[in-house]
């Protein structure tokens, strides 16, 4: 298994909502990404996990709760989202620097 | 800081001729180079990297980059543009510093179109 997969493909929640991102990797990679993407722009980082604990956090608003719940799975909890947060979120794990994108989630926040 | 520059918001090429996306970086110390590729409403796909060695890289598609480290530049090259080419084309550069050094830095990304 040679990819990275996301669900769900697209999410449309209100602002007072919880809901979850997924994303899962069977290429053994150590370190697992977060990263939002507004249209037309670069990928912007938000966590990095390296063997399964949370290395990096880009100033995240706390709305935004990252989970590695094994080596294979990375989860993006989200809780009283803002309509600014509308965006395509990219997974990603790496190995020998490359990243491996998964196709995202298309959030939007009504 | 680590920084890339891609300074051409948008490359229209007729299919058949050769393309080139410029990029250029700043980094301390020997860079790590990529390029990506993303289609409409999918992820991100990688498509080649220089880290050290020939200067000449060669990728994914038949793309290929050239290294020039006196004009700190790493532009992606086609001989021969197809039309399925018409994506949005990321450069990014690593450094080898730790922490959010060694994290990628993205350009602004070029938006190529292949005219038939």
């Not at chain 2, 290294?67 to 530049?73: A, I, V």
């Amino acid at each position: 298994d040679t990819e990275v997969t996301q669900t769900p493909k697209h999410l449309v929640m209100g602002m007072t909502n919880k809901k979850s991102l997924k994303c899962e990797q069977h290429m053994g990679h150590r370190a697992m990404y977060w990263y939002k993407q507004k249209a037309k722009k670069p990928p912007e980082l938000m966590f990095v996990y390296s063997y399964e604990k949370l290395s990096i956090n880009e100033s995240v608003p706390s709305r935004f709760s990252p989970e590695c719940p094994n080596s294979s799975l990375l989860n993006l909890h989200l809780h009283a989202l803002q309509p600014e947060d509308s965006a395509l979120y990219l997974c990603a794990s790496s190995q020998d620097s490359v990243r491996f994108f998964g196709p995202g989630t298309r959030l939007t926040v009504l | 800081a680590q920084s890339v520059a891609q300074p051409e918001d948008q490359v229209n090429v007729a299919e058949g001729n050769p393309l080139t996306v410029k990029c250029t970086y700043s980094v301390s110390g020997n860079p790590y180079l990529f390029w990506y590729v993303q289609y409409p409403n999918r992820g991100l796909q990688f498509l080649l990297k220089y880290i050290t060695g020939d200067n000449l890289v060669k990728g994914s598609y038949g793309f290929e980059a050239e290294f020039n480290k006196s004009q700190t530049s790493f532009h992606l090259k086609k001989p021969s543009a197809l039309v399925s080419d018409s994506a949005l084309y990321f450069c990014a550069v690593r450094g080898i510093s730790s922490g959010s050094a060694r994290q990628l830095t993205f350009g602004s990304g070029t938006q190529l179109t292949v005219l038939p």
